[in-house]
């Protein structure tokens, strides 16, 4: 899970300079951050008071890339 999301940073760094690849790399991050909320979902992290903290950053996230995706789509 750790190298997807390094590709993914360095992705979005990369569509600074030039879009599309920032385009893609926001939308296979929302996936893997989808694939994070779905395995906190899975073992009840949202469902016990002390683990749903750590483990709302995902939804955020997915918030945040694909926000990004769509801002970076209407740049032209």
């Known amino acids: 899970m ?6 993914a940073a360095g992705g979005l760094v990369a569509g600074l300079f030039w879009q599309p ?3 893609a790399a926001a939308l ?7 694939g994070a909320v779905g395995f906190h979902a899975k073992h009840g ?3 016990n008071p002390e683990t749903r903290g750590g483990s709302m950053a ?3 996230l997915v918030v ?5 995706a769509v801002t970076l ?3 032209n």
């Open 21 to 23: 690849l920032g385009v």
């Open 64 to 68: 945040v890339a694909i926000a990004t």
């Open 28 to 34: 296979g991050f929302a996936a893997t951050m989808i």
């Open 45 to 47: 992290d949202y469902a």
């Open 58 to 60: 995902p939804i955020a």
């Open 73 to 75: 789509t209407l740049a």
């Open 2 to 7: 750790g190298v997807a999301e390094a590709a």
